[in-house]
């Protein structure tokens, strides 16, 4: 079979126009892969602010670094991680939330989330601070002086601020403000 001149050009167009197109599958980060950005960091070529990096692991199947974009949510992350294991507890995570940067996810396994006393998936900083960017209500209740209204404040101010930025924002909430910081600010991480 003979392909013609104008054949052979759009079989070379179509190839370079695919090889062109961005491809959107997820990125895993590697040791190898963080070094080489490491160094292009120190060379002034570092990603922007629309990058995070979130760790998941447990009960997926490729438990590992993923770098998204900011404004990813959990629900995509899982699915970059190879979606869950057949023995995941599912509905210990809120699939919708936001990620943000240096975010822990963690899949248990059906009835490891009792045991472990993580209700909501997102694990807490493993100093026992109460992390504000991921904390259930009930959690940030156990803090001084903190009732269900300025929990529920601080989870809306999170949702809607896309997370704290450093635990002084805290005294963006209505009702917190430095003599409340004073009370928990040894208790709190973001």
Do not use: W
């Not at 509905?91 to 248990?108: E, Q, R, T, W």
């Not at 993580?118 to 904390?135: L, M, P, R, Y």
């Not at 403000?177 to 709190?188: H, S, T, V």
Request: charged content about 25%.
């Amino acid at each position: 079979m003979k392909i013609n001149y104008v054949s052979k050009l759009m079989i070379v167009f179509t190839v370079i126009i695919l090889s062109g197109c961005e491809d959107s599958t997820p990125e895993v980060i590697t040791k190898e892969s963080v070094r080489a950005e490491v160094k292009e960091e120190e060379t002034g070529t570092a990603y922007g602010d629309d990058i995070v990096y979130v760790y998941v692991t447990g009960a997926v199947q490729n438990p590992d670094v993923y770098k998204v974009e900011k404004e990813c949510r959990i629900y995509q992350v899982i699915d970059m991680a190879g979606g869950f294991s057949h023995d995941a507890d599912t509905s210990a995570i809120n699939m919708a939330d936001k990620v943000y940067d240096g975010m822990k996810i963690v899949v248990y396994k059906k009835g490891e989330a009792t045991i472990a006393g993580d209700h909501n998936g997102v694990t807490e900083n493993t100093s026992g601070k109460v992390n504000i960017n991921t904390a259930s209500k009930e959690l940030l209740m156990t803090l001084p002086g903190i009732g269900e209204a300025k929990a529920e404040s601080i989870i809306k101010y999170r949702e809607e601020n896309g997370g704290f930025k450093n635990i002084q924002d805290i005294m963006n909430i209505s009702g917190i403000k430095e003599g409340a910081f004073q009370k928990i600010k040894d208790l709190i991480t973001v």
